[in-house]
């Protein structure tokens, strides 16, 4: 794993969507971070949790808000998914936080984030870990964390891929995506913006094939998916069969959908609901490169930390 600078990056916390449900778990995640040299900036306070949300909304805004005036911050972190940010959406002023330049991190939930700034001029953030369960861990993933501080110091990073049943390609556009559920809850909303000749890529967590299939069949009656290059899916675990799926599984659902879709369909992205995950600069400019028996993702043309991490 990469290490901090000695002179520390400033690195700030908020919870625009559930609270911590460990206490203790969450100490320990700031007490990791300060030992990797981060100078960190926790605007999120477990006994200001409301509900099933890590603070009201106007307490969850005032924490973005904050994180994003701090001159002495550079990574802002979710604190974790849940649910939460679509309750923020029409307050969240997405101009003023793409303006402020920081990297925002975090999946699930944070999607409708990461999409508000793309909208908001093509600003770039970072699907990847957040701090429950990823810095909670009592040994957090080393692939997890080699990866968020390679993606975030840049100026490039690469994935690569070993998997089979693949299609050969090779496509070039802007990368973008995050959780299905979240996407397609924003479909038909002022807060959705479909990139057009992009690269897409999806996660979800205990949906169902059929549920996932349904929301892949949105995206594509819409018109979002015939817009991009490729699409990219990445975990989806977490799901039950039962007998009356009679043969009906997640490789049935793809096998459909890639006889339907107008772009070629990819899998092994190893991110989502798991423990080792990439991360991924959305809104850069990414390359993709597929064999057949694995493929590379080259990410560029992001703000990054640079000369920051060592």
Known sequence: MSDMSSH?????????????????????????????????????????KFQRFGGSDEARLRQLRAAAENPDVQIVMFLRGGYGLSRLLPQIDFQKMAASGKLFVGHSDATPFHIGLLQAGGA??????????????ENPSEFTMRHFWQCLAGPTHKITVQAANNPSLEASGTLWG??????????????????????????DIAEHPYRVERMLLQLHYSGVLARQKALILGDFSGYRLTDYD?????????????????IPILTGLPFGHIRDKVTLAVGSQADLASDGNGWELTMRAYPNLGGRVK
Request: with cysteine; glycine share 12%; hydrophobic share 45%.
């Open 124 to 137: 770039a953030s970072f699907a990847g870990p957040m701090i429950t369960p990823d810095f909670t861990d």
């Open 8 to 48: 520390g990056v400033g690195f700030a916390i908020v919870a625009p969507g559930g609270y911590a449900p460990d206490e203790a778990a969450f100490l320990r995640a700031l007490a990791y971070l300060k030992s990797l040299g981060c100078a960190v900036h926790n605007y999120y306070e477990p006994s200001d």
């Open 178 to 203: 995050g959780n299905l559920a979240m996407l397609t809850h924003l479909i038909g909303t002022p807060y959705f913006t479909a990139i057009d000749g992009g690269i897409l890529f999806l996660e």
């Open 246 to 262: 009679n043969g009906y599984d997640f490789n049935a659902m793809l096998a459909y959908i890639r006889s339907i879709s107008p």
